[in-house]
Every structure is written in C-alpha cells, then in structure tokens.
C-alpha cells in the first residue's frame, strides 16, 4: 500500500532541514510517510543559484517574522527570515556546513539525554555528508549532502583568512573536526555550482517512491488525537480544510517558530495561557515556546579602493573564524564572518566598495520565549527573544567587534585593499561607545532554537527519544529541540537531529520495518 493523503504510518509536518531528512531515513527503511509543508516547491531559481540567496528574503519562500520590540536591542523589531518552501530554511540559508563543537553535544548528553554525545552522534554526521575531500574517520563520503571544501575562495576571503592570522588567529585546517577554534574557509553545501538543500539531497532522489507523499501548500493547524494518542493531522490547502490519518506517529518539525505553535493549538503547553486563548488544555507543558535563542551578528563594515568581486556559484560567505573572548571557556564565543559587501543598515551610508566582518555571538546567555496571540493558527506569534538581555552576551560581542577591528587593520587588508573602517568608525573608541553600537545593530544570526526543548526536567518539552512528554504517538524534531544552540551554524545539526529521530522511530517499531521490507520486496 502506498502512503496517500489519507493516511500513512507516520505524517512529517514541515519538510526543512530535519523533515527531509527525517522522511527519506523512514522511506528507506520501509515506512509510508506523508509530509506536510506550508510552502511550495522549490522551483524558483533564486534558491539554487548560491549568490543570489538575498533575493529570497521577503520573497513568497520567506515567513518573515518580525520580533516584538527588543527593549535591549534599540527597541528595534528584528526580521526574522525562514523558509517556507520545500528544503525549509535549508532552501534559504548561507549554505556553511557546520557540525559545531564536540563538546555541544556532550552537553545536550550531559543534561540528560542519553544517545546525543558527540561519540553518540558523531557516526551520524559521518553518514550524512558527502564531502568532496573524501571519508576519513572523522568525515563521511557517499551520504546525501554533498559538501564542497575544494574550491578558489575569491580573493577577498583569501586575504580574510591572512588577516585573520596576522591579528594572531591560527589556521584551523577542518572546523568540523569537532574542535573549532582558529580561521578556516567555509565548507559549503553546493554541487556543481547549485544549492544543496536538505530538500534536493533527501527528497529529490526519492521523489517518485511510492511510500512517499509529499503535500505542498499544506498548512498544518492542529494534531488530532484519540485518548492521549496523537493520531493524525489537520491541515489547510487553498482556504479548504483536510485530515491525514497516522497509523504509527505524528512528527512535527515545522521548525523552532512554527513547532511550538502547533503543540499549543494543538494543548500542549502552558496551562494558563492556553486557557486565556480559550484551547483546551491536553497536557500542561509549560517549557513550550520557552528557552528561545538565537546566535547574533553586529556588523563591522570597511570600504576599499577598488571593487571586491564574487563570484555567483559560491556562497558570499567563504571564511569565518572562532575565538574566544576569554580564558576558561570551553568552546569559542565568537564566530566571525566575512561578506564581500558593505552591509550598510537603515540610516547607514558609505562607499559602495567594501567588505564586513561580521562579529558573532555564538554561546548566548539571554533566553526569550514565543506565544501565541489568539487561536487563530493564522494569528501573528508574540516573537520575543530577549536580545541582548544580559549584559555578558554585550560584553562577548565587544569583544568580537574589537578583534573584527583588528583584523581590518593587518596588513593583508589594509595594503592590497586599502581597507578603512567606515562602521563602527574610528570616532568609535571607548568599550561604553562600541556598546552602543553592539545595541543599536545587532541582528539574527538566523540560528533561532530551544522552543520544545529536549530534557527530563519539568520544563523539558520532548524526552531524549523526541518524543513528546504526556502523550504518545508524537514526537518534535528540528532546531527547536536543542537544549543549548550548537556553537557554530544550525542547518547540520538540524539534519542530524531528523536523523536521529528516525532512528528512534524505527528502533520503536521494528516490526513495520520488517513489514515495509517485504512489502518493498514484492513485485
Ligand atoms: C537566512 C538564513 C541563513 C542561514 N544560514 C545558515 C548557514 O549558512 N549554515 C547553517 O548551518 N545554517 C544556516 N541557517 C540556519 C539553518 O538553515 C536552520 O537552523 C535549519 O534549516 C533549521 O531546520 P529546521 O528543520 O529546524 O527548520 P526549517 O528548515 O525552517 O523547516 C521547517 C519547515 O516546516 C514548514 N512548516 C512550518 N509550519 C508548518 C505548518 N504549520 N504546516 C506545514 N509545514 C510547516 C516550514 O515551511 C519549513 O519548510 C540559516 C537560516 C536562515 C533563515
């Protein structure tokens, strides 16, 4: 029997980073799947084409979330970009191949989930990557994204990665070793010059498998339950309402906004909250929406003599380093990246020719929370993730833009490219004014996570097996289980986390994996 509309072992809700993953790993091991996304295909050229990844902010692919003003942060509202299309944010990201730290996962371990140390996961990277260097016994060969670390950088980058070294950063020769420190060139998810998406590396080469369905334009507005199993999903296409029935599971991963959202129109959450929105309450889950955070970027910008140049097949993002602020510290604080642009902000201005060193904070401490507004699956989300709340993720990314300053200041970029600091600019100078310019222009580093976050305390939203705490036959999966964000990009770690969730599903149910076997095995 093929997975239909109707009904499917397992429904997937949201085909990002982790659904695609999640839904091919189910497909491969003889499950039906239905997977549900609210955007549609991933046709326009915009996506494929690495240089033009700017054009789909604000597009028909991008949610566009605002925050609520961010009291610490200038009172500004920051855009939020995510992708609404089939590859999820993956169709929309910077495309850098980034693990994180070993000592990330380590953590999640050591918070209580069991099965996510790096030596647990370490297997899983391996398998899902395909990088162009070839396998060793720290990276993978043959696995569904291919990864592109053999490339000409453009120059500027060339001469990013020298500067770097020049204020005294060391080379490090692979950032996904699981030791990150030092300036490295991006590793990059492209193939022959086009995006790999999590959509083109899982889904594609499946797409006509008949245990797979894939409903796009499907916006899913409810999990429907019998007693306290989940039991499908209720979705809306074109203004009209539909049910798809799940024989095994329900997973959502419609992403760190999108994720709880669902769980509380659906009675998962705060008891209190859910009430005042008039939602029945099915479990009191307070921990929902919680813990949101996200990885910041403030802007140090530089003009040059001459034009910087790029080319389009290449992400604009080919160097970044990590550092530490300070001693002590087991994983860096600061990811620095570096565009071949000014990226002048509203009320900037400043020659057309130039380059930024992004200064980033990578281990904040602020934590903010997402809420409902009404009961209307439609209704805009209270976003607010405390940015820069407290005052040491301030101090971190301070200290970020000092070194930022520093490295516009070696020789690499200051002779060939005559680089001069046009912003924070040099009437910039004491840590009270550089403060000042961390509030006013901090924005998304576009790595928004811990809104189901996974634990065994009583404000953890799933158990280490992703599965929803107080009811059965649901599980998250995508960004929004991380306890703590991964110390560098989050599309990996998303994918790994779909993975991962696979895994569980089909240790839970070997018997239809044998099932689904033999039924494959049949002419
Ligand atoms: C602009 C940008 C740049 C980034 N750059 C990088 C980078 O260079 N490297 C990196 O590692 N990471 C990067 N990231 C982050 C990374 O891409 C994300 O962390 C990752 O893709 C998140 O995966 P996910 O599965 O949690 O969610 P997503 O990939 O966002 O997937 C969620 C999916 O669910 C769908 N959905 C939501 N609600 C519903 C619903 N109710 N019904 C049906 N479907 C629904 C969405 O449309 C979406 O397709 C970037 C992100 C952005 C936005």
């Known amino acids: 029997m093929a997975a239909t509309p109707d009904g499917a072992d397992v429904v997937v809700v949201g085909a990002g980073s982790a659904g695609c993953a999640l839904a091919r790993r189910l497909v491969d091991r003889g499950l039906r799947v239905v997977l549900l996304e609210a955007g549609g295909a991933d046709t326009n050229p915009d996506i494929a084409t690495p240089g033009r990844l700017a054009y789909l902010w604000h597009a028909e692919e991008d949610w566009a979330y605002h925050t609520v003003a961010q009291p610490h942060a200038g009172d500004r509202r920051l855009h939020w970009p995510r992708g609404r299309v089939l590859g999820g944010s993956s169709a929309l990201n910077g495309m850098i191949w980034a693990r994180g730290a070993a000592a990330d996962y380590d953590h999640w371990a050591y918070l209580g989930n069991d099965g996510w140390s790096w030596a647990d996961v370490l297997p899983v990277h391996r398998r899902m990557e395909d990088l162009d260097a070839g396998r060793s016994a720290l990276r993978g060969a043959g696995g569904p994204i291919h990864v592109l670390s053999r490339y000409r950088p453009d120059p500027i980058f060339e001469s990013c990665v020298k500067a770097a070294q020049e204020t005294g950063v060391p080379v490090n020769p692979d950032y996904n070793s699981g030791e990150l420190d030092g300036v490295s060139h991006t590793q990059l998810t492209i193939r022959d010059g086009r995006r790999q998406s999590a959509a083109e590396g899982y889904l594609r080469p499946i797409a006509d498998h008949p245990g797979l369905t894939v409903v796009t334009r499907a916006h899913a507005r409810r999990l429907l339950f019998t007693g306290d199993r989940c039991t499908g999903v209720e979705w809306e296409r074109d203004g ?113 020719d130039g380059f930024t060193l992004q200064a980033g904070l990578v281990r904040p401490v602020s934590r903010g929370r997402i809420r409902l507004t009404g009961a209307d699956p439609h209704a805009e989300l209270d976003i607010d993730p405390a940015t820069l709340a407290c005052a040491q993720d301030v101090e971190a990314l301070v200290d970020a833009v000092i070194l930022c300053r520093e490295m516009g200041t070696a020789p690499s970029l200051t002779g060939e490219w005559a680089a001069r600091e046009i912003y924070p600019g040099p009437q910039v100078r004491t840590r009270d004014e550089l403060r000042a310019h961390v509030r006013a222009t901090a924005g998304t580093f576009h790595h928004q996570v811990g809104t189901c976050r996974m634990g065994a305390d009583d404000r953890a939203v799933v158990d280490a097996r992703l599965r929803v705490h107080g009811v059965r036959g649901l599980r998250v999966a995508d960004a929004s289980v991380m306890p703590a964000v991964t110390t560098a990009n989050t599309n990996a770690p998303a994918i790994l986390i779909g993975e991962l969730a696979a895994d569980f599903v089909t240790a839970d149910h070997t018997d239809l994996v044998a099932a689904g076997h033999s039924r494959q095995e049949q002419p």
């Open 240 to 352: 009209r309402t539909a049910t798809t029935r799940a024989d095994v599971e329900v997973i959502v991963s419609a992403g760190t906004v999108e994720s709880p959202r669902l769980l509380m129109l659906s009675g998962l959450g705060d008891a209190a909250e859910l009430r005042r929105h008039g939602i029945d309450v099915r479990v009191d889950l307070p921990g929902v929406g919680r813990n949101l955070h996200d990885h910041l970027l403030v802007p140090v910008i530089f003009g040059t003599g001459r034009p910087v140049g790029r080319s389009p097949e290449l992400s604009p993002m080919q160097s970044h380093l990590f550092w530490r602020t300070r001693s002590g510290l087991p994983v860096p604080d600061v990811q620095a990246l570096h565009f071949p642009v000014p990226m002048y902000q509203p009320g900037m201005s400043g020659p057309p």
